[in-house]
């Protein structure tokens, strides 16, 4: 009598991959992972001195500083999603799935600094790339 000693093994891997095939027919959804996809940036805060530097000055932005703040991602509906903080470094990052959102900068209980909110489009296994800047009023 010969023996099969993979037949089971080799039948186990059959029956997983016509399951799967099968579910996929009948519109059962078979889970796979998609590669990240999100938000990121940076935050500024400008102006930070009072006088703007004279054009051809050496540093680009003497008058902008990275800013740490909290943000509020809203969906379509303006539903809250997520928040996220920036670091001193000014820099955020957030998973998100594909979608429209907006970037709403939280604000404190002055009038300054303030920030505009922004539209984003996250598409599948990328991050949206942003800068927001938090304007300081001086003027």
């Known amino acids: 009598m010969m023996r099969f000693p993979r037949l089971p093994a080799f039948l186990a891997l059959t029956g997983l991959a016509v399951f ?9 959804p078979v889970v796979t ?13 400008s102006p930070t001195c009072p006088v703007e530097a004279s054009p051809g ?22 539903a809250v999603v997520t928040r996220v903080t920036s670091g001193s470094d000014g820099q955020f990052s957030v998973n998100v799935p594909p979608g429209e959102y907006v970037l709403a900068p939280e604000t404190g209980q002055d009038s300054y600094p303030i920030a505009q ?13 942003v800068e927001i800047n938090y304007d300081t009023g001086i003027r």
């Open 117 to 129: 909110p922004q539209s984003v489009v996250v598409v599948p296994g990328q991050y949206a790339e």
């Open 33 to 45: 992972e998609s590669p990240p996809s999100g938000i990121r940036g940076v935050v500024t805060l």
């Open 20 to 28: 799967v095939i099968g579910c996929s027919e009948i519109g059962i």
């Open 57 to 78: 000055a050496n540093d680009p932005e003497p008058c902008v500083t990275f800013y740490a703040a909290t943000l509020v991602v809203l969906d379509g509906e303006s």
